[in-house]
């Protein structure tokens, strides 16, 4: 099934792509059929994690490729996965000096 970006466009060649996102309970990754130079904003837009997760603001998070951000005009190549970010709820560093103060470990056990 084509997206409706693909649909608009039925005479481009098509590429599938993945956009992924992800918070501390769900993770979720759609493919997605858009056209050749679609830019990552739009495919974002063009998949349904807009409907699913209301917290996402499509016009100004970050994005990125397989963990580098980018800019959301950049176009997508066939097989990348497009991350959709969210902001942390705390720094990494201070939740481990946090961590540290009280005594226990962050991360994975054996580690």
């Given at each position: ?24 309970d769900?993770?979720?990754?759609r ?11 739009v ?16 016009d ?7 963990g ?5 005009e950049?176009?997508?190549q ?5 991350e959709v ?5 705390k720094?990494?560093r201070t ?13 994975r056990?054996?580690r």
């Amino acid at each position: 099934m084509l997206s409706s970006i693909a649909r608009k466009s039925s005479m481009a060649e098509l590429i599938k792509v993945q956009v992924a996102y992800a918070r501390p309970d769900v993770q979720v990754v759609r493919i997605l059929t858009v056209p050749v130079g679609t830019p990552a904003r739009v495919a974002l837009k063009a998949s349904d994690l807009l409907a699913e997760f209301p917290e996402i603001d499509a016009d100004h998070c970050p994005l990125g490729i397989f963990g580098r951000e980018i800019s959301g005009e950049r176009v997508l190549q066939a097989g990348e996965r497009l991350e959709v970010y969210r902001k942390l709820l705390k720094d990494p560093r201070t939740a481990r000096r946090e961590a540290v103060a009280q005594g226990t470990v962050l991360g994975r056990s054996g580690r």
